[in-house]
């Protein structure tokens, strides 16, 4: 059974930075493109970042490129995301997604995990 | 960036109502949609993908259609535990896009 654990939210002052991970077990890690999709409070899904399987490819929206990084770590089987210069309207749960094969979409989630942006 | 206009943005139907919900692409994306169900607190679940193939484990009321820029998902006879809200998400190209969302609540 796949399972996906985000950790590192909290609550962090606007400018700061912060580290998410994602452990995943259940599944040849490497095998599989991974994102991250947030939810601000009330709000809809938002598509932040994938990374393909070898870790060679990464993609942005255009709302966190150039303050977020994604990487991963495939001896380790996990996903992490870099946040620097945070913003108030970062603050949102963030999930992260297995891609499926054939390049379907994500097609398991892991539980999210919230990051507060306030001072 | 490809927009994904989803509609209602809500709706309210009773057990056993047939309900659609629609999302259309501001330019073709072929078949590379999915449908999501999420719930109150929880992570979304992939209903559909590729447009119209059913995920497996979910029940065969759920069903999708459509390609190019116009897509449906459909449940044929509402169920308790369906009402929630529902999201497309294009693949097709980056930066991915989610629909706004359809919130289906009890009539």
């Known amino acids: 059974e796949v399972q996906l654990l985000e950790s590192g939210g909290g609550l962090v002052q606007p400018g700061g930075s912060l580290r998410l991970s994602c452990a995943a077990s259940?599944?040849?890690?490497?095998?599989?493109?991974m994102s991250w999709v947030r939810q601000a409070p009330g709000k809809g899904l938002e598509w932040v970042s994938t990374?393909?399987?070898?870790?060679?490819?990464?993609y942005y929206a255009d709302s966190v490129k150039g303050r977020f990084t994604i990487s991963r770590d495939n001896s380790k089987n996990t996903l992490y995301l870099q946040m620097n210069s945070l913003r108030a309207e970062d603050t949102a749960v963030y999930y992260c997604?297995?891609?499926?094969?054939?390049?379907?979409?994500?097609?398991?989630w892991g539980q999210g995990t919230l990051v507060t942006v306030s001072s | 960036d490809i927009q994904m206009t989803q509609s209602p943005s809500s709706l309210s139907a009773s057990v056993g109502d047939r309900v659609t919900i629609t999302c259309r692409a501001s330019?073709?994306?072929?078949?590379?949609l999915g449908w999501y169900q999420q719930k109150p607190g929880k992570a979304p679940k992939r209903l559909i993908y590729?447009?119209?193939s059913l995920q497996s484990g979910v029940p065969s009321r759920f069903s999708g259609s459509g390609s190019g820029t116009e897509f449906t998902l459909t449940i044929s006879s509402l169920q308790p535990e369906d009402f929630a809200t529902y999201y497309c998400?294009?693949?097709?190209?980056?930066?991915?896009?989610f629909g706004q969302g359809t919130k289906v609540e009890i009539k």
């Open positions: 259940g599944l040849i890690f490497s095998n599989y493109a």
């Open positions: 998400l294009q693949h097709n190209t980056y930066p991915r896009t």
């Open positions: 990374v393909s399987g070898s870790g060679g490819d990464t």
């Open positions: 330019q073709g994306i072929r078949n590379d």
């Open positions: 997604a297995k891609g499926s094969v054939g390049g379907y979409g994500p097609d398991y």
């Open positions: 590729a447009a119209s």
